[in-house]
């Protein structure tokens, strides 16, 4: 009797050798995609969205955390760098970048024991899981400094983050850029060209220009999406943000989301719409349902304002009446996009209505008055782009709005930082104004008075709805002022898409430039009261000590805390 | 063969014995006495000897080889020791026992009037703690010799030698209850490690068939709730926020959107529009736009929300039953109906119960039988314990919102400015159409056979099947401030756990000269095998629970669905010698297979053995005459656990989930590709949790009988404690998201003392007095850890509260301990420096000395465990009067009240806030108080960490029962055919005496399915016990 009645296999799930062919191996790399989105991993939550909207926009000068001060409390510490060790935010991360990492291993480990895939596919897939592998390292580095490199080689003992993981994420990316082919017929996958551009971005944060430049203009002439559309600057700015325009051809690696299929009731994960900004909608109205986090800072509004020739004030952009303000706002000439960037009151706020103002913010003292506006979704889209998302405070609505990670004006941006290093300003002008261009079409405008189009994310009719001004540089006159220049074009071009604190920090200006900021708004804001940026410290974020006290607990020391915590 | 005829009297009052059985010894020959206590036995040739038996009197036997009229008065039973009690496969007499055995008061136990086994067990069983929430039909915590492992620590129940439940047995069919507690439980193995409850139904006695009727009425009573703040209160603490925040009339921030900007706080006549007055041309009712303008009206006076969910509410119990039995066959047939009503409204808990036990005898030598136990029920509950459950938005949801708005819907936080809880009434009113139905069917059949004279042997085959089945629909809470504008969707679904147990078995007894030898081998085979499926669909154009069908969904649908299996085979044997009834040595061992464990480490040996002296029976003691039994008892033995192992626990193994594999590749929106993922990461040499268990006894019976008492002291050793994987090798960096085996990682140690002692007293002839006293106490240690000795868990959000650490007892409180609040900025520059120190807010004790409070100043600030619990039952009578009381009792615990991070600091939610902390909080006019400041933030100074604040002290005293019956005379009723007919009130819960300052004291563990330590003693709102008043009636014909 004994043998096989004790013989009681686990139902529901599949053993290594049953994954191990072709659809098997395929399927592990869809696996491996599906953490991109930085959802579906135990231990995930608000702070590991693909978005990075907590470390890369509430830790910068873009956005504050929003909500009631102690709602994500473990966000708030990124608003004024008090953040410790033992913070609950960090390992979220961590733990779902560390876990990409080993589903991509996975795909690795598999693929040999697969016998019946042809080898040139079999190329194909490590290509992708060494592409995905140094996108999730690349997460953790530009967050956490000091890394380990998880490779399918990795054991406890010869786990160090003392080491150097540039050349890892750099070889795994030259890997793909080898072996990937330009275009593949699901759109989603990762091509040679999104493998360039990583490799590039690689680059830029290691200030290894030429090398970066030569990639990008390869890329600005040569790219194309997996589609095989030639990459392009889309004529409508928000085109970027809809939903019913994803991967077009400025997307160059996004993160992919979809909704109504069974995965928002699925409580054994995330479930696969937006769920990183599920939080990131205003309160008590609009689109979403919830909760009045991510709010845009005043700086951001104010760093909007242009000139009379439609140029950015790059130094006193702060200064005069704010953009907005509640008694006596700003009347001046505005950049066009500031209103697909944030939600302000009396401005239409897609086809919701205009913009209500602090009857859609939580706490306003904390919060400050703007919305989000780039993860949200049109109120004609809602069920054809959104889901509900069962949550035990309520239905809240997923968006099938993909997170863009590299789009191409960001490409266009690094070609102009590069250029502008390599003293070449008339090409760092050209790059910048190409971004500046396409908003300079006033059908692209917000309109008041007219109906918006969410098929292609513009409003038809009405007038503007504020006084708008964009206009070309026509000059650099200095290397300085270009460099200054292209900074400014990123903070405005790609506000709000979690890129900021880490463009800061690798501008080498994050402590002049959030300090200082933290000084304009440090009696108003509670969260700012006591906020100071410290160098050789803040430039990453601690290490979670859950996971120094556990690698190190059997006496070897493989992870050192990052300096200063 | 000859006839023998007879009366049986009580020799105390000389009242004819109904039902007394009379036995011809060494036969199966017997008959029971009429209700005139008369009886007519054939006694075959060569048999003489009668036994009188009768439940309460001794036996008697009879020598009527020169007699065939006897006459047998029978002496009411003074000690319970040659009370026959089941331990497991065999069953010896009281006195006979070796190990830790609490022999439940099985009468005791029924007088309280609850709808769980486990409810009704607390306070019964020296060493046995039962903790329940005050929800009908909710899950209970059941602990034997207190919490050992991180897993699963619910005891084994065995009813009627089938693994079951006591959740859902109905009480009044239960026989008796023996709690297994240490080596004697080792012959259950691997079950064994939480000890064994073993519970054995009612049969049916010999003698003319009997019909009895049990039920009661009554009422739970609401109870007084929560001491929140009006409205008018509520306001003036959040100006006072606003003030100790520093800010002032004009500034950004100050005021509130409901209130105001002045000085002082206005009440506006209307929450919606926000903060409006009448006359505001939005108020107009016909502008009312339940999404864009939904007209409120502020409750000026403060909505006393505990108050609009509660109800006073019925509860009713009744059961009938039949019984018969002759030399050839028995049967016990029941049916049960209760009907509890929860006090929280529209939740309930109805059971129907059919209970059939019947046994024939074939012969002398042969007895087939079954037992047959089936319900339905139909119970949905709440979430319980979390800050979503109608309990905790009771006191979340702010005062000024009134129930509902002007047109007669739902109000709530939509109206701005007022937190993010939701309308506690809404919620549950909209649950009262939800379902959550169960039937199931426990029993067994057997069959044992007598041979070669010293021999029987049984079989037993029996099971429990378990089918589920639910549906519940989710509203969108339009009046909430959070998901106000989503889809509505309806879930359906259903389940069935299965399980048998096939036991046989084979007992051997003798008796040589002094010499008593029983000897016991057996197999068994346990299967588990369940499934589940469900369904979700969403956009459901009615909300009408008529329209709830999962094809009538029009919007997104998923299902999902499960399965599992595991078995264990295993064999045993048991000894038990006894040498003239003065020494006793039992052993046992057994031999256990699981299938959740890889094959080379699937098998444990799990032995135990037992020894007893009955010093009493030993010639010196003769002229001890104030003792009339005394026995000193020692055992070992070494038990396992297979914890929450489940089958996947040895293997790699991959699997797909829409939430975490799959990803949309094409760009579909809505099509993505399934995908795997690495969902297990396994751990082949995983394998049993080793229990090793110490016991030392010591049972007395004195003072004529009137005393008995039994002390136990007791040390429970866990090796290999299972858990999830801990140390490095597990970390994600090595294993990204796969799920982690139980391996066995840590050690633990329990030790502690049980006490039980009755007293029996008959004052006088219409005297009686009962008292039984039951002590528990246990004390916890971490032993082992690996990696960094410790790991943390428990609370709700970025809370977290408790440490299991080595050397302190699992889920230990850990935090900083306030000794008192910040009275000035003086106070705070004297003080050793501490991150957000304000004054009104908290000064922490600087534990390292070291001039500044960090996180190495975090210390033990409570413990969740009792020094003891304890229970004391009184049983009187005096004539046909009879009155009994019941009071449990637990000291020493703490409780962490994790309810005042939403009642004490209005910046951690804004809502509703606790009358004290709104009109004491400390304000610099104001610092004679514990309750902290009043800020627009948290700090770490205040509300961001865990302190030593939020520690109330969980002692209490409680009545569970008290009761007093009125038995009307038998020459009254007997005219009606009416055997005895008692009646009586009754109250539960009537009063609590304790000092903590939440709702109640006694709380369940978050998720007591879930067995394990983790959020024990942590308050996060809690469905509290209240007092209930019944009548009820006894009746027998």
Known sequence: CSKDFLNKPPLGTLNPEIVASEVGVQGVLIGAYSLVDGEGASGDGFASGASNWIFGGVASDDANKGSDPSDVADAAPMEDWTITPTNGAIPQKWKLCYSGAQRCNDVLRVLPLATDIPAEEATQISAQARFLRAFYHFELKKIFGNIVYADENLTLDNTTNTTDVWPNIEADLNFAVDNLPETFSDEGRVNKWAAKALLAKTYMFQHKYSDAYTLLKDIIANGKTTKGEKYALLPHFYSNFNPAQKNSAESVFAAQTSVQDGSSVDWGGDPNGNYGDILNFPYTGGPGACCGFYNPSQDLADAFKTDANGLPLLDTWYSGNHVSDVTTPYVGNLDPRIDWTMGRKGIPYLDWGNHPGDAWIRNPGADGHFSPIKNVYAASQKDSYTDVGSAYWGPTELVANNVNIIRFADVILWAAECAADAGDLAAAMDYVNQVRDRVTDSNTWVKKGGSYDAANAVYTGGTNADTYKIGLYTSFPSKDYAIKAVQFERRLELAMEGHRFFDLVRYGTAGTVLNAYYDRYRSIMPLKANAHWTAGKNEYFPIPQGEIDNLNSDGTERLVQNPGY | ?1037
């Not at chain 2, 509520?234 to 105001?260: C, F, H, T, V």
């Not at chain 2, 147990?501 to 299967?527: D, I, M, Q, S, W």
């Not at chain 2, 120190?837 to 190495?856: C, E, H, Q, S, W």
């Open chain 2, 1 to 1037: 063969q000859k006839t023998v005829t007879g009366t049986v009297t009580s020799a105390k009052d000389n009242q004819p014995i109904n039902g007394a059985s009379i036995l011809v010894k060494g036969t199966n020959v017997g008959t029971a006495t009429s209700p005139t206590g008369t009886f007519s036995i054939n006694v075959p040739a060569g048999k003489k000897i009668l036994v009188i038996s009768s439940v309460g009197f001794d036996d008697q036997e009879i020598d009527v080889s020169s007699q065939s009229t006897i006459s047998v008065a029978l002496k009411e039973k003074t000690s319970s020791l040659d009370e026959i009690v089941v331990t497991g496969y065999t069953a010896q007499k009281k006195k006979e026992i070796t190990g830790a055995v609490a022999v439940v008061n099985v009468k005791d136990m029924k007088q309280v009037p609850v709808g769980t086994g486990e409810e009704a067990l607390q306070g019964r069983a020296s060493g046995l703690t039962v903790i329940s929430s005050g929800q009908p039909g909710a899950a209970s915590d059941l602990r034997i010799r207190g919490v050992t492992t991180f897993g699963n620590n619910q005891p084994l129940v065995m009813v009627d030698g089938v693994r079951g439940d006591l959740h859902n047995i109905n009480v009044s069919d239960i026989e008796s209850i023996q709690v297994l507690k240490d080596a004697s439980a080792a012959i259950y193995g691997v079950a064994g490690a939480n000890g064994v409850i073993i519970v054995t139904t009612k049969k049916g006695k010999a003698g003319k068939a009997r019909v009895s009727y049990d039920g009661y009425y009554g009422v739970t009573t609401k109870g007084p709730g929560f001491d929140m703040a009006n409205t008018q209160e509520e306001a003036n603490a959040i100006w006072q926020q606003r003030i100790n925040s520093g800010l002032q009339p004009g500034d950004e921030g100050w005021g509130s959107k409901q209130y105001g900007t002045g000085v002082n706080p206005v009440i506006p006549d209307y929450i919606t529009p926000t903060g409006a007055f009448e006359g505001d041309p939005n108020t107009d009712p016909a502008t009312y736009n339940i999404n864009s303008n939904q007209i409120t009206r502020a409750n000026k006076a403060g909505t006393d929300w505990y108050d609009v969910i509660t109800r006073n509410a019925p509860t009713q119990s009744h059961n009938i039953s039949v019984s018969s039995g002759s030399d050839k066959s028995s049967y016990f047939f029941s049916f049960g109906y209760l009907n509890q009503q929860g006090i929280a409204r529209f939740q309930y808990n109805k059971r129907y119960s059919v209970r059939a036990n019947t046994q024939f005898n074939i012969g002398n030598k042969i007895r087939v039988g079954e037992n047959a136990y089936v319900f339905y029920k139909n119970n949905p509950t709440y979430g319980n314990q979390g800050e979503g459950s109608p309990f905790s938005v009771a006191f979340r949801e702010d005062a000024i919102i009134p129930v509902y708005d002007i047109a007669g819907n739902f109000a709530g936080t939509k109206s701005q400015d007022l937190g993010n809880a939701q309308n506690p009434y809404a919620n549950i009113y909209r649950s009262k159409d939800n379902k959550s139905n169960n039937w199931d069917i426990t029993g067994n059949v057997y069959a044992e056979v007598d041979f070669l004279k010293h021999f029987t042997a049984r079989t037993s085959f029996g099971g429990v099947v378990d089918n589920n089945y639910y549906y519940y629909f989710s509203y969108v809470g339009y009046e909430n401030a959070e998901g106000n504008t989503g889809a509505n969707s309806f879930t359906e679904g259903a389940g069935y756990n299965s399980s048998w147990t096939y036991t046989n078995t084979l007992t051997y007894g003798n008796t040589f000269g002094n010499h008593n030898v029983k000897v016991l081998v057996g197999t068994e085979a346990v299967n588990y095998y369940g499934r589940n499926l469900s369904g979700t669909r969403s956009n459901y154009f009615s909300e009408n629970p008529n329209y709830w069908v999962l094809g009538a969904g029009t919007g997104t649908q998923s299902n999902a669905g499960g399965a599992y299996q595991s078995s264990l085979w295993s064999q045993f044997a048991k000894l038990e010698y006894g040498y003239a009834g003065k020494y006793l040595l039992n052993a046992s061992i057994r031999r256990d297979g699981a299938s959740v464990f890889a094959e080379d480490v699937r098998y444990g040996y799990f032995p135990g053995v037992s020894a007893a002296w009955r010093i009493s029976q030993e010639n010196f003691m003769k002229g001890v005459s104030f003792i009339n039994d005394l026995k000193l008892r020692g055992s070992w033995g070494k038990m396992g656990t297979a914890g929450n192992v489940g089958a996947t626990n040895p293997f790699n193994l991959y699997s797909t989930r829409l939430g975490r594999s799959a990803y949309d590749i094409s760009g579909t929106s809505t099509s993505p590709y399934a995908g795997f993922f690495r969902s297990n990461v396994g751990n082949p040499s995983t394998t049993w949790e080793g229990d090793i268990i110490t016991n030392i006894g010591v049972d007395a019976t004195i003072l004529k009988n009137k005393i008995d008492f039994t002390v136990e002291w007791y040390k429970k050793k866990v090796n290999d404690l299972l858990y999830g994987a801990q140390g490095p090798q597990w970390a994600s960096l090595y294993v990204g998201d796969a799920g982690l085996p139980q391996v066995n990682i840590a050690d633990n140690q329990n030790s502690g003392l049980d006490l039980s002692l009755t007293y029996h007293a008959n004052v006088s002839k219409d005297f009686k007095l009962d008292v039984t006293g039951i002590f528990t106490s246990y004390k916890n240690k971490i032993v082992s850890i690996p990696g960094s000795g410790y790991f943390d868990a428990g609370g709700i959000r970025n809370v977290v509260i408790q440490r299991n650490e080595v050397g302190h007892p699992l889920g230990a409180f850990f935090g900083y301990d306030v000794i008192g609040l910040f009275q000035s900025q003086d106070d705070i520059d004297k003080s050793p420096s501490q991150p957000g120190a304000a004054p009104g807010l908290f000064k922490y004790r600087d534990v390292n000395n070291d001039g500044t409070i960090d996180a190495n100043d975090r210390t033990y600030i409570g413990s969740p465990h009792p020094d003891f619990t304890y229970g004391l039952n009184l049983a009187m009578s005096y004539k046909s009067f009879d009155f009994s009381a019941f009071f449990f009792g637990s000291k020493g615990n703490d409780i962490y009240n994790q309810t005042l991070y939403y009642t004490d600091f209005p910046d951690f939610f804004k809502g509703g806030i606790r009358r004290e902390a709104a009109v004491n909080s400390w304000t610099p006019e104001n610092t004679n108080t514990s309750i902290p400041a009043l800020y627009n933030t948290g700090s770490f100074s205040s509300d961001q960490s865990t302190s030593s604040y939020f520690i109330s002290k969980g002692s209490y005293f409680r009545c569970k029962q008290m009761q007093l019956g009125y038995t009307l005379p038998g020459t009254l009723l007997s005219r009606f055919g009416i055997e005895h007919l008692r009646i009586y009130v009754q109250s539960a819960n009537l009063f609590t005496i304790t000092k903590y300052n939440g709702l109640d004291p006694e709380l369940t563990s978050t998720d007591p399915s879930s067995a394990n330590a983790n959020n024990l003693g942590i308050d996060q709102g809690n469905y509290p016990h209240t007092p209930s008043y019944l009548v009820g009636i006894n009746l027998n014909f």
